[in-house]
């Protein structure tokens, strides 16, 4: 199996928990990783280059650390970019059968995304799930790492999910 990590983090210079999954991510043979905030630090997407991304992937990743309880901006730009590009181009389908998963990083433990302040994590994440499912992906339960720091990461997990 392909798997495309679609990465962003609006503080990219300064991350410490994404550096090291995704530095773990990249020993892995079928991973791709695509971080958009270093190859549209100018915020201008190359729609065809991502298409093509898409197209080898059997798996999509969106990866991200969760930042006012959404994704980075470059990431959401993304999605309106690309995905609308599909959905209304040429290849509606693109999307068809691959699978989607959302692998995220918070500072909170998970208790605090369990609900009871008005929204869990799998509520939080939705819009961007029912887009891929919308377009036609099996959509896989989404990843937290709560509490994340360097000292405690979940490497062999996060592996596993890659896979």
């Given at each position: 199996?392909?798997t495309?990590?679609?990465?962003?983090?609006?503080?990219?210079?300064?991350?410490?928990?994404?550096?090291?999954?995704?530095?773990?991510?990249?020993?892995?043979?079928?991973?791709?990783?695509?971080?958009?905030?270093t190859?549209?630090?100018?915020?201008?997407?190359?729609?065809?280059?991502?298409l093509?991304?898409?197209?080898?992937?059997?798996?999509?990743?969106?990866?991200?650390?969760?930042?006012?309880?959404?994704?980075?901006s470059?990431?959401?730009e993304?999605?309106?970019?690309?995905?609308?590009k599909?959905?209304?181009?040429?290849?509606?389908?693109?999307?068809?059968?691959?699978?989607?998963?959302?692998?995220?990083?918070?500072?909170?433990?998970?208790?605090?995304?369990?609900g009871?302040?008005?929204?869990?994590?799998?509520?939080?994440?939705?819009?961007i799930t029912?887009?891929?499912a919308?377009?036609?992906?099996?959509?896989?339960?989404?990843?937290?790492?709560?509490?994340?720091?360097?000292?405690h990461?979940?490497?062999?997990?996060?592996?596993?999910?890659l896979?």
């Open positions: 199996m392909h495309l990590i679609i990465f962003s983090h609006t503080f990219w210079a300064d991350s410490k928990v994404n550096k090291a999954l995704l530095q773990q991510a990249s020993t892995l043979q079928n991973v791709v990783i695509h971080n958009l905030s190859t549209y630090e100018n915020a201008k997407i190359d729609i065809e280059s991502e093509k991304l898409l197209e080898k992937a059997d798996k999509i990743i969106f990866q991200f650390p969760l930042f006012w309880f959404s994704t980075p470059i990431m959401k993304w999605q309106d970019r690309v995905l609308s599909i959905l209304y181009g040429a290849n509606a389908k693109m999307l068809q059968g691959k699978k989607f998963q959302i692998i995220t990083t918070l500072g909170g433990n998970k208790e605090s995304y369990d009871h302040h008005g929204y869990s994590l799998e509520s939080l994440l939705s819009p029912s887009s891929f919308y377009m036609g992906c099996e959509v896989l339960e989404s990843y937290g790492v709560f509490s994340a720091n360097t000292e990461l979940p490497l062999q997990e996060y592996l596993a999910l896979q």
